[in-house]
């Protein structure tokens, strides 16, 4: 992982290996993102925290200088905040304010600083403000073309939320929560319950079943278990759900399925066999009786 660390900033960071086009324009590869990065200062403050080895704390406290220092805030009102999403833009997205939240105000605990604190609370306050009557997040606040919601990135806002309220213990961020997994869990399921990838489409959608938004809403409702009653059970439905109709014989799971029903099966890591990798081992942790349920093989038909 510090291989891959991308040099030239305040602290270490990450972002893709590739370039990256998409609506603002083209990102170079190492371009370092707060969507990625988060995940990194996770893994390393957990490493410090099972091992107590002091390099691990200081890769994280770096992390947080990068977090801190290197991306940008666009004010949007008085006592808020969009943090941007790379050290290059301004942008008014709304998962990449909720990560860089949840990384300072635990950075503020870990070390000591205040300033990190009144950073992330300017973001806190920027997705709070942006939080619509009907509890939903649009993608973004600043681009008509990225004013969609969508099922992953609302996870990402609310397990975000989540992680950065164990020590805040807002009510002001619980019923945020309340309110946006109402929304997420009568808006972004059909009536099969299955995930639906978009409420509000950006385009014309020909994909059906997303497994990102399977993996994200499995974490998602492992994490909410002790506060939400009906998040526990959509989770536990989902990931019985993925093992017994989307894994392949290798293993693998399917990437995903189109309208029609045909199904993409070149297992990518990145989207989405590490994300349900993590999503099934958050349910093991969860409940541990499904390792001894679980059949020999779940390999599906299609």
């Known amino acids: 992982m510090l291989a891959y660390s991308?040099?030239?900033y305040n602290g270490h960071c990450w972002g893709y290996p590739f370039d990256w086009q998409h609506h603002r324009g083209l990102w170079k590869k190492n371009t370092p993102f707060i969507t990625a990065t988060?995940?990194?200062?996770e893994a390393f403050l957990r490493l410090f925290d099972l091992t107590g080895e002091?390099?691990?704390?200081n890769t994280a406290k770096s992390i947080a200088q990068f977090v801190q220092n290197d991306l940008r805030d666009t004010p949007t009102s008085a006592d808020a905040a969009a943090g941007s999403y790379s050290p290059l833009d301004n942008s008014q997205v709304v998962n990449a304010s909720a990560y860089r939240a949840m990384v300072l105000f635990e950075a503020a605990g870990r070390f000591a600083r205040p300033d990190y604190r009144r950073s992330a609370t300017l973001?806190?306050?920027?997705?709070?403000?942006?939080?619509?009557a009907d509890g939903a997040w649009l993608y973004a606040m600043d681009e008509p073309a990225e004013q969609f919601i969508d099922h992953f990135h609302t996870c990402f806002v609310l397990k975000n939320l989540w992680k950065l309220n164990?020590?805040?213990?807002?009510p002001a961020v619980t019923e945020a929560i309340r309110r946006g997994f109402a929304y997420y869990h009568g808006a972004l399921f059909d009536s099969a319950g299955l995930p639906k990838p978009f409420v509000i489409n950006p385009r014309r959608q020909i994909v059906r079943l997303e497994m990102?938004?399977?993996a994200e809403a499995i974490s998602l409702g492992v994490l909410l278990r002790h506060d939400l009653p009906e998040a526990f059970p959509m989770a536990q439905r989902l990931a019985r759900l993925v093992t017994d109709q989307f894994q392949l014989s290798p293993g693998c799971f399917?990437?995903?399925v189109y309208r029609g029903g045909r199904f993409h099966k070149l297992p990518f890591l990145r989207w989405p066999q590490a994300q349900l990798f993590l999503a099934l081992t958050n349910m093991l942790m969860a409940e541990p009786s499904l390792s001894a349920a679980a059949p020999a093989c779940c390999a599906t038909k299609n």
Do not use: A, H, M, W
């Open 38 to 41: 988060p995940y990194c200062f």
């Open 254 to 256: 399917v990437t995903r």
């Open 166 to 170: 164990r020590s805040l213990k807002s």
């Open 6 to 8: 991308i040099p030239g």
């Open 212 to 214: 990102y938004d399977f």
């Open 123 to 132: 973001n806190l306050n920027f997705i709070l403000q942006s939080q619509r």
């Open 54 to 57: 002091e390099r691990y704390f």
